[in-house]
């Protein structure tokens, strides 16, 4: 085989899927799963499954109110790994491995039909560098890999089926294909309205296609190729029936984040002064309203200009006006996008690590040398050898390259953008500069730099890529799964559960119970951590278990941080906490990280000191954790307001200032108190603490539900029943004073209960169940 036999497509596309769906099997290594989300995922689909149906109020997630899914993700997010499983578990795959494997079939997927496309639009060495690049990215690995399940990768699937259908309308030149080619805009319209069935946040296949139809029309105009303005109008009016075939089957699947009764969908539509009618989408709204007829308006002027107007130079500046009228009326119609870096001001309170601006280092990690690649594609633009698909694709990579900015969280959608950008860039460069090479020098040089340029690029980048990937290990270990399991098995169905908000999916899969932070940043808990908040708060939510961790002191910054993001409540105390390892047994017990040293000396009176860039702090108080005890050891002299504890089960040291310290997160960790028991600990990175307050614990037999009340010093039961929509249908306080249980009565509708149980007017348990 000659080395150009590569770049065939029947080698090609087998070694770049092979290539992907390696990089993508890596993860399967580990037992767990990375990150949190998959772990409420997976909850629902298991849960849905045992029930035979894909129930929509989720008890067992947003206690004490439980969880709506339609208000989530839609169906087909829950569906889809379902199906997987359904049809491997033939072949004894189990839910789990099914379901963690389904990233990979749709992301190895997206490559393939991006190879395609490519091949359509350039040639072979274009699309084999596109697909290779696409595959050997980590920014797009890291949400299409083996135990990492996130929506978007579906969205990008379709739109890479979207783009290839793109593909074949504009290459089916012969005589026979003239006008059956069209057809093929019938492939983005259904990608884009299938596509909103999978993520509740999809909107970005409509700007894509969109925005290849405009510079479709743009490069068509500018290069004289007039005809293809026909294309580019039938291109948006495929994105217009994708909208109602969405806004259809959100009936069946659910809406989006921007669909249905939400709230988010309720103030982005106040924002942008939308009125949602037939169209029960704030975003789908906008594009068939506006964002379509303002395209094909533009689309017509070129048409009707394109008679009369033959000058390149002369049309170009007709774009470039015709794109500045566009922005603006468009932002003249809805101010409000202003806001849209920010999700119109919601992501401003407490933002996370996913909706802040990517700085380089992010930009690099997802991305690696792909990122100096990039730029080459603007060399067919500079050397006037720009083709149709060249100007189709920025309708792809100029959003990508704005969202790439304005959130890391969108590094993931921006990779396929990268990786056009780059194979297409480096084979441009490759193909003008070998003739010269080749001509001025000799084959020897001309060889060097193929070698170069199609060889070390592209295994450098798959080495970073590979490298990243083998070093992303799971949040999830051992200590945390034997805590929630311990949850499970010890506590009640109704039990409410307060932990950090990165821990809630957690509490939901492994042990089966509700919490009242989990997927954003929740600064209640926040507050209650920093004792802003004190446990009557938490009562009146129903907690009745508390998690606090080693992990919560490697996130105190944050949690500081989410508190702070309060309206109401303004952080004025300056916290200090240091989390130390610990390095050196020899002699004394050394803890050191950077510029920070602490030496502890065991003896009938223990000596510690702190060095703190250079300034030496002796603690008022030590706390020391080993072998199922804390111990509180005197100590020969102090200096400051500071405290140490130190753990030798898992050899760390925490070093607080006072405030930190009286913090309950800390006090509940070191020396927990009444009214809390501390029921469970693995000796210091997991424990669990009993809230204890007159509580409500709820049985369920032989389809009676009774109602036990621990400490029974409640007056009054209040009952809500829902239907699983979501519908209130009952709702009444019961007397239950001197009762120590209560059984819910015939009369309570609704396959959902929530109760409140109370002393007079202060609510004292909460909880939500299923019923039967």
Known sequence: MKPEDIFRPKVALPIITVIALIMRLVPLRYEYMFGYDPYFHLAY?????????????????????????????????????????????????????????????????????????????????EAFFSGLFLAVSFGHIFRSMANYYRGDNYMLFWYSMALFGISLALTKTRRKWRYKRLAFYLIPAFASGLASIFWQAYYPIFIFLLGNAILLAFGAFIMGRDKYLLDSGLLAVSTAFGTILANYLGKYFGYCMLGGSNWLAKKTAEKLGIELGAIKDVYLVVHLKYLVPL??????????????????????????????????????RFEALKELSSGFGIFKEAPILETRHSTFSDIWAAYSILVFLCPLFLLRFASRKAKLPDFLLLGLILPSLYMVYTWTRFLFIGSMAIATMAGVGVVSLHDTIYPRVKSKFDYRKALALSVLLLVVVPVTSAGLGLERVLAEKPFMNKNWENALLYLGNHSNENDIVLAWWDYGHWVTYYARRSPIAQGSPNSGVALYYLGKLDENW??????????????????????????????????TEKYGLLVLPLTSEIGALVFQKGNYRIVVKPGNEWSAIANINGNVLMPKELYVEYQGRVMKPNLTNSNSNTYLYINLNYKYAVFMNEEAFNTTLAKLFITPKEPYELVYSDGGFVKILKLKHPNVRVEKANGRVIFHFENATGTGLGIWGFMDNGTLVFKKWYNVKGKNEFELPEEVNGTVIRYAYA???????????RRG
């Open 295 to 332: 395209a094909l308006a533009g689309i017509l002027v070129l048409f009707l200009l394109s008679r009369v107007l033959k000058d390149r130079k002369q049309r170009a500046l007709i774009v470039v006006m015709l794109s500045i009228i566009g922005v603006y009326l468009l932002f003249a």
């Open 45 to 125: 689909i298991e849960e849905a499954l045992k029930a035979g149906k894909w129930f929509n109020f989720f008890t067992i997630a947003g206690g004490p109110w439980g969880f709506q899914i339609k208000n989530f993700h839609p169906l087909g997010l829950w569906m889809t790994p379902a199906y997987v499983y359904k049809f491997l578990s033939v072949f004894g795959v189990s839910l789990y491995d099914a379901f963690r494997i389904t990233p990979v079939i749709f992301g190895v997927l997206t490559i393939v039909f991006l190879y395609l496309a490519m091949l359509n639009f350039y040639g072979e060495k």
């Open 538 to 571: 938490a009562i009146n939510l129903g907690v009745d278990y508390v998690v606090v961790s080693y992990y919560d002191f490697l996130k105190f910054r944050a949690i500081v941080e989410t508190a702070d993001s309060h309206p109401k409540y303004n952080i």
């Open 759 to 769: 002393v007079g007017k202060k609510i004292v348990d909460r909880g939500i169940f």
